[in-house]
């Protein structure tokens, strides 16, 4: 697709449901992450996957949360147990690196999670 | 490691009133800087950004930041705001040779007033 393709676009769960979210990066990005962008604690960096070299947890909240990116493209984030404190709009971006690369990112529109 | 701060949360302006955000960050090593906004009801989208040379950098739609490598900070400024600059703010920064991750500040949510 032309841009970073996120779903679903709002999810509505009770507390303590599993939840997936899905991020199909820009075809050719070797680099995806993963942002938790909640009301006033601006953009809060949760993992970072970079070709096929180890991904950065370092942002995970807490063993609760977990993701994967299968065969280099596509993305999902897992939430297991979710709490009250998880709702908030989950921000997938993707990025082309190496020669040439200007290290911007490219936002898709997010996963509003509301966790009841 | 790297993070950022933005001091202004909100800022409330008339048309034509001249805009500037502030935007400073804590790393001891050379960085790359930016600018993201966020229209409402849109996504997020690179304004400007800083890798080397002139420290004055110029964005979409007038915008331009400043890197003042003493005072650690990279500042939005646009001489005359616009209705449709209403928006939310962010200045991110990325270590050189850290890859691609981007530390975010919190933001700046930005309403310009008729």
């Known amino acids: 697709g032309a841009g970073v393709s996120q779903s679903p676009s709002n999810k509505v769960t009770e507390k303590g449901k599993d939840v997936e979210l899905r991020c199909d990066p820009i075809s050719g990005h070797t680099a995806l992450y993963w942002y938790r962008q909640s009301l006033g604690q601006g953009l809060e960096f949760l993992i970072y996957?970079?070709?096929?070299?180890?991904?950065?947890k370092s942002g995970l909240p807490s063993d609760r949360f977990s993701a994967e990116r299968t065969g280099g493209s596509v993305s999902t984030l897992t939430i297991q147990r979710t709490q009250q404190e998880d709702s908030a709009v989950y921000l997938c971006a993707s990025s082309s690196t190496g020669t040439g690369a200007t290290g911007e990112l490219f936002f898709g529109e997010g996963s509003r999670l509301t966790v009841l | 490691a790297q993070s950022v701060s933005q001091h202004n949360h909100h800022v409330i302006l008339s048309e034509a009133a001249s805009l500037e955000l502030g935007c400073n960050y804590s790393y001891g090593g050379t960085v790359n800087l930016f600018w993201y906004v966020q229209y409402p009801g849109q996504h997020l989208q690179l304004l400007l950004k800083?890798?080397?040379?002139?420290?004055l950098v110029k964005g979409i739609k007038g915008f331009e930041a400043e890197f003042i490598k003493s005072k650690f900070s990279f500042n939005l400024r646009k001489p005359s705001v616009q209705w449709s600059d209403t928006a939310e703010y962010f200045c991110?920064?990325?270590?050189?040779?850290?890859?691609?991750?981007?530390?975010f500040g919190t933001g700046t949510q930005l309403k310009v007033e008729l």
């Open positions: 800083y890798f080397s040379g002139d420290p």
């Open positions: 991110a920064v990325n270590a050189k040779g850290g890859g691609n991750k981007l530390t």
């Open positions: 996957f970079q070709g096929n070299s180890a991904p950065d």
